[in-house]
């Protein structure tokens, strides 16, 4: 297989229609740089599939477009044509010839045809995949990827490998699986939590079931006991209020006579009062004057208190400032016998310190001397030294020189070692590889076979998959369906909830009046929630009640004025209400009866009439309570079919008015009002109603909407299972599998000859290394003979240095001692100097802290004059004030005494106002008593009338019947108490068991059939997870197992190929991160040229990593080739001794790899088959000449040329 031909128009320099032929062998191109030879590489990149713009050398893909010149201007797209020959079937398709094309518009749309016909990237990428010749693969080198190769970045080698190894398309089936397993994993947790919900939902509709059993049972005998509980309550209770009547009466007359007897004593009491009142004035009068005076006497003994204080605070100063005046004067005759003896030390210290600069002076000569003799001994030491090291670097150069002769004499036998064991394993491999090809054969035949009956299983898959998806769209339509109507349902509940909640059209007077319990105690509502009526009939029934819809509902004149009366009250502005009128028809005057039966006459024949529907109050649903009101508004209102019936039926009975089905209202004066139907949220009348019907329905639609959505997890659980991806990979992957399989044979044919030139080629290396052994013997004897001779004199020279290095150091060790004596006698003498210094700064401090304790004693002495005045002050002011206090506890006394006799005449007609208070309190007390039994009373027939009105109320609202007095004989022996306890205890029975659903048992059954069937669901699941996760691991060990093999195989042809393009002797190797997966681990490149030792493949110069990268593609060309290859200017680097041998290499694997090559080097252009060069005739467009060397007469230059 190789490339045929590339055809490019429009792509970046190449403007003109241009077509290059490519035969087999070596092609290369060459030209000038900037000429565009780099685009023919990359319009062969971009055709295979490349995407990145970087790769491509652009921002973005449209500046692959040619972008026009000055003479010619941008084009609008740009397309590259690409022809192969697949004669061998390395590409899994049944052409022989293959052309892939791939076009660009500058809208930024891509086409992408396979043989013409329109096809996906995906397409191609699958076609190129595991073949070597994709746009990741190996087929494709530039010089900058000899830097990626080798980088210490290992994904770009990785990439190599695997391609290699073909263990792409594994690596694209486990993540397909991976995929498949987190999707299973997502489907099984969702079916989890759904089976956890409808297991909590089946357990509770069984308790559910349980509980709805037994409270039927205890209902029948509660309902028994309780009416008949409630029936002799009501009869006690009329008893006992008719008693309570009388009982009222009586106390209420004996209260109305202690008013008047507390009147006349409250009369008395007012005049008393008065007379206090005064007397009080005068007490305070004179309570203010004695305050004034107690103020004025704390004021004194308070400023009499504090200069006694401040007096003696003073003497107490005085005694402290005298002390510290004594202790200063002492503290300066101690500073004065300091500074004596401190001046005597100074003088002895100065003494000292001259005779010891004398002794240092002398001895500084000293040391001068001995100095400059030992310098002289080491100078003559150091040249002894250095003939010694002349001498020994010469011993260790023909030392170095012989290690090195007989380490190559080593290689040399140890390569000739090496060489037969390869001749011998190379003779093994051929053995095996005979073997291997038979196997392979037999194995391509099995393959054949398996993938008939996978395209026969696909077939049936795909009909099955279709089926199961046409179910599942109708499944997934019902849901939708049903998702809306859910929603509909939400909204409507959520908008009647709100209107009721925020009683939406009422005012705010009767928001509040509905709310509030203070003005009655009777339940409060209005038309709009207490009535009902079927759908047919809610429009004309809304018509009708319009104008009384949100009235509030009142029996009673009385609670219609507490109403009015709290609404004045609290500033709540206006309500509506609907007062139910009383009977009176006893007392009708004759006109009104007759008007009454001439109405009953005309009722009668509209009856008849065939439009007539009924009369609006008998369409109303309500309780038995609110039902007159809805007879009272609604009695002189017909229901008709529609408006034409109304109007006709109005001119006939003037005294009625009509409404219609479609809510027309026709008025009995011929007012019209008709209009739209109104939506059915928009309705007011029996919106409660409404919104408990809908409560109640939702559940139904949410049951369903749950069993949908379990129909459609199993259908979509079905087609998951139905993995026709699966199969048409497996197919795919049976195809490639052949493929492989052909390839590995041809692979194994071509090891096998190659490894027969190697066996030629290694029996001639074997007789040039021993040719040079034996020379290199000859030159190791003589080098030894001169090392003997130059260490018989090196031992001489060693004798003269220990003599020289003695005397030295005794010298030395005489200096040492003499410089440290100097030394100790230069600190003594910085010692004394110290010492002097301090003695100064002593004696300074001394004199300067004198200057401070005279001060301190002149400030005391001023501080002692001032203590003195102020205490001959303060004593004058003590006297004064003492004088004042005398005069203020006079004046005191007076007003004392005068305040008791005004305070004994307050008492005296205090106790006579007392005496009338006693008697006052005796008859409030009494009033208030008799009050507190009118009120127990009142409170007692209020209790009594309301539990009357409750008891009438809960028994009918919980079993529909009306209380009626009767006559018990065994009343007032009847235990009341007993009988409430059993009702009681059969109620707690009854809140025990719980809320109750009647409708339990069936929606159990439909629940657990459900739950069994998601089970079923679930157990699929977990097999479907086991049989991928099993799968994975399959795809693991044999791609693992692949990757190995050809990891090994590379690895060994890497090494042999590094130590041709460099020297037989030279390491290489490589190595897969331990303890990683192989599929992921890093894998590390060693290659130490003939003399280096690299720590990192990085430190190679740039022809050594251009050689090493060639070597590793190569290898990997020997386990895998690649039909063609194509470098980009690799060869750079590379000298010519480098060039000689790359050249000599590309020539070897030409035979089986087609190769393409961009190139500068005269050297690579010599090796070339067939040449194309690049211009620019043009400025800005590419033009190619081209020459086949083939077809070039022997002696002769011409050529043939094409454009």
Request: proline residues 1%; hydrophobic residues 35%; negative net charge.
């Amino acid at each position: 297989m190789f490339l045929s031909k590339l055809d490019i128009f429009g792509f970046k320099s190449f403007a003109n229609k241009t077509l290059i032929n490519f035969n087999r062998g070596i092609t290369g191109i060459v030209g000038p740089n900037g000429c565009g030879k780099t685009n023919i590489v990359d319009a062969i990149r971009w055709v295979l599939g490349e995407q990145k713009t970087t790769t491509l050398r652009s921002d973005k893909m449209e500046n692959v477009i040619f972008n026009g010149t000055r003479e010619k201007k941008p084009m609008g797209m740009s397309e590259v044509s690409l022809t192969l020959v697949n004669d061998q079937g390395v590409l899994p398709t049944e052409y022989t010839e293959v052309t892939i094309t791939r076009r660009i518009f500058r809208s930024g749309e891509s086409e992408y045809l396979l043989n013409k016909n329109i096809c996906r990237l995906k397409d191609i990428t699958n076609l190129f995949m595991d073949t070597g010749m994709g746009t990741n693969a190996y087929s494709v080198i530039e010089l900058k990827m000899v830097e990626t190769i080798l980088s210490s970045k290992t994904e770009e080698r990785r990439r190599m490998f695997e391609e290699a190894a073909g263990v792409n398309k594994y690596k694209l089936r486990r993540r397909l699986s991976l995929k498949k397993l987190d999707d299973v994993k997502s489907d099984l947790t969702r079916v989890n939590d759904i089976v956890s919900e409808v297991e909590k939902t089946v357990r509770s509709l069984e308790r559910q079931a349980k509980r709805a059993d037994q409270y039927n049972q205890i209902q029948v005998v509660l309902r028994e006991k309780e009416i008949d509980l409630a029936e002799r309550e009501f009869s006690s209770l009329n008893s006992k209020l008719s008693n309570l009547k009388n009982d009222i009466l009586e106390f209420t007359h004996k209260k109305d006579q202690i008013d008047l007897d507390i009147r006349k004593i409250e009369n008395e009491l007012i005049e008393y009062r008065n007379r206090i009142n005064a007397i009080d004035s005068e007490l305070q009068f004179k309570r203010d004057e004695l305050s004034s005076n107690t103020e004025q006497l704390h004021d004194t003994q308070k400023n009499i208190s504090v200069s006694e204080e401040r007096f003696k605070s003073l003497i107490n100063n005085r005694e402290r400032l005298q002390t510290e005046i004594g202790e200063l004067q002492q503290s300066f005759e101690d500073a004065d016998q300091y500074i004596l003896r401190s001046n005597n030390e100074l003088k002895s210290h100065s003494d000292n310190l001259s005779d010891k600069n004398n002794e240092i002076i002398d001895n500084e000569q000293i040391i001068v001397e001995k100095k400059e003799s030992l310098e002289n001994k080491r100078s003559n030491l150091k040249q002894t030294n250095e003939e010694k090291f002349d001498l020994a670097r010469e011993i260790s150069d023909k030392e170095n020189y012989s290690a090195s002769v007989k380490k190559e004499l080593s290689n040399h036998n140890s390569n000739i070692e090496k060489l037969n064991h390869k001749i011998q394993s190379i003779t093994t491999t051929i053995a095996k590889t005979v073997g291997f090809i038979e196997e392979l054969s037999a194995e391509k035949s099995h393959a054949e076979n398996k993938l008939k009956e996978a395209g026969l299983l696909i077939a049936h898959r795909e009909k099955e998959k279709q089926e199961l998806e046409h179910e599942l769209n109708s499944l997934k339509q019902k849901e939708i369906e049903e998702k809306t109507l859910l929603a509909g349902l939400k909204e409507k509940i959520a908008f009647f909830q709100t209107l009721i909640a925020n009683l939406e059209g009422i005012s705010k007077g009767a928001k509040v009046l509905l709310e509030n319990k203070e003005w009655t105690k009777k339940n409060k509502n209005i038309f709009a929630d207490v009535g009902n009526t079927q759908e047919k009939y809610r429009f004309a029934l809304e018509a009708a009640l319009k104008s009384v819809l949100n009235n509030l509902l009142v029996d009673s004149f009385d609670d219609l004025q507490n109403a009015i009366e709290y609404l004045k009250k609290n500033d709540l502005g206006k309500a509506s209400f609907y007062l139910l009128r009383a009977n009176n028809n006893s007392k009708k005057s004759f006109l009104d009866s007759f008007t009454s039966f001439n109405l009953k006459r005309k009722e009668k024949r509209l009856m008849k009439e065939v439009s007539f529907l009924g009369w609006a109050k008998d369409f109303v649903e309500t309780e038995s309570n609110w039902l007159p009101y809805f007879e009272q508004v609604l009695s002189k209102i017909a229901v008709t079919s529609d408006l034409k019936s109304a109007i006709e039926l109005n001119s006939k009975y003037p005294d009625f008015n009509f409404t219609t089905l479609d809510g027309d209202f026709v008025k009995h004066d011929g007012v019209v009002e008709a209009g739209s139907l109104p939506k059915q949220d928009e309705t007011i009348f029996g919106r409660r109603q409404l919104l408990d019907n809908l409560i109640k329905e939702y559940p139904k639609h949410e049951s369903n909407l749950a069993k949908l959505q379990a129909f459609i997890a199993e259908t979509e659980g079905k087609i998951s299972r139905i993995d026709i991806k699966n199969l048409s990979d497996s197919e795919k992957l049976i195809s490639s599998d052949i493929s492989n399989i052909e390839k590995q044979i041809s692979q194994f044919e071509f090891e096998k000859n190659k490894a027969n030139e190697e066996i030629v080629s290694s029996q001639k290396d074997i007789q040039e290394l021993a040719d040079k052994s034996n020379l290199l013997f000859v030159q190791a004897s003589e080098i030894e003979k001169e090392i003997n001779l130059l260490l018989e004199k090196k031992i001489s020279i060693d004798d003269n240095i220990t003599k020289q290095e003695n005397e030295l150091s005794d010298s030395e060790n005489d200096f040492n001692q003499f410089v440290d004596l100097q030394n100790e006698r230069k600190l003594e003498l910085e010692r004394l100097k110290g010492q002097i210094e301090n003695i100064h700064n002593a004696i300074k401090r001394t004199e300067s802290n004198q200057l401070s304790i005279t001060n301190g004693i002149e400030k005391r002495r001023a501080e002692l004059q001032t203590n003195e005045e102020e205490t001959n002050s303060l004593q004058k002011i003590i006297d004064q004030s003492n004088l004042s206090l005398i005069q203020i506890n006079t004046t005191r006394t007076t007003l004392l005494s005068e305040e008791k006799e005004i305070n004994d005449k307050l008492k005296v007609v205090k106790d006579e106002a007392a005496q009338f208070e006693n008697q006052l309190n005796a008859l409030r007390n009494e009033r208030q008593t008799v009050s507190d039994q009118v009120h127990s009373f009142e409170i007692k027939e209020n209790e009594f009338k309301l539990r009357t009105e409750n008891l009438i109320e809960h028994i009918k609202e919980n079993y529909s019947i009306e209380l009626t007095l009767k006559q018990f004989d065994d009343l007032d022996t009847f235990d009341f108490e007993s009988t409430t306890n059993e009702v009681q205890t059969l109620k707690e029975k009854i809140r025990n068991i719980g809320p109750v659903n009647l409708l339990a048992y069936s929606e159990y059954e439909e629940e657990k059939k459900r739950l069994d069937f998601l089970h079923k669901q679930r157990d699929d699941l977990v097999n479907s997870e086991k049989d991928l996760i099993k799968t994975i691991n399959e795809i693991n060990e044999t791609a693992q197992q692949l990757f190995m093999d050809t990891f090994e195989k590379i690895r060994q042809n890497f090494t042999t190929i590094f130590q041709t393009l460099f020297n037989p002797g030279d390491e290489a190797d490589l190595y897969l991160e331990e303890g990683i997966d192989p599929l992921e681990g890093k894998i590390e490149i060693m290659a130490k040229p003939k003399g280096k030792r690299p720590t990192s493949i990085e430190l190679l110069s740039g022809g050594e990593k251009t050689l090493t990268a060639t070597a590793l593609l190569f290898a990997i060309y020997l386990v895998k080739p690649s039909p063609f290859c194509i470098m980009d200017e690799v060869d750079a680097p590379l000298d010519d001794a480098n060039i000689d041998r790359f050249t000599k290499l590309i020539k070897e694997f030409s035979r089986r790899t087609q190769f393409i090559i961009v190139t500068h080097n005269k050297r690579t252009m010599e090796s070339s088959e067939t040449m194309y060069g690049i211009t620019m005739q043009e400025e800005g467009i590419s033009k190619l000449v081209g020459v086949s060397f083939e077809e070039i007469p022997e002696n002769t230059e011409q050529g043939l040329v094409k454009d």
